[in-house]
């Protein structure tokens, strides 16, 4: 399984971004899909999620700015940054998970550079 994430950039605080990863397998396959972040000198944590069946969570910090979303026919995964803020600059990276038998694996793609100035 390999992923491809793309559309980091250098932005201005209140602008939006947005994320796309491209997914080498048939998304129906997956358990869940993720994107997380890495900002300089802290740990990666989980932003946004669509698990299977359709239902979406978000990190408390990016609630109501950002939106998770896939496209099943072009086996993709996007995230839409809004009010984008310099607390938002990290290494984002796309995530998912899949079920095989009784185990579940974890894909991951390189990462995009997402930069907010203020």
């Known amino acids: 399984v390999q992923l491809q994430a793309s559309g980091g950039g250098l932005v201005q605080a209140g602008e939006s971004l947005r994320l796309s990863c491209e997914i080498s397998?048939?998304?129906?396959?997956?358990?869940?899909m993720n994107w997380y972040r890495q900002a300089p000198g802290k740990q990666r944590e989980l932003v946004a999620s669509?698990?299977?069946?359709?239902?979406?969570d978000y990190a408390g910090s990016v609630k109501g700015r950002f939106t998770i979303s896939e496209d099943n026919a072009k086996n993709a995964m996007y995230l839409q940054m809004s009010s984008l803020k310099p607390e938002d600059t990290a290494v984002y990276y796309c995530?998912?998970?899949?079920?095989?038998?009784?185990?579940?694996?974890?894909?991951w793609g390189r990462g995009t550079l997402v930069t907010v100035s203020s």
């Open positions: 669509i698990i299977s069946g359709g239902s979406t």
């Open positions: 995530n998912v998970m899949q079920k095989y038998q009784a185990e579940e694996y974890a894909y």
């Open positions: 397998i048939s998304m129906h396959s997956l358990s869940s």
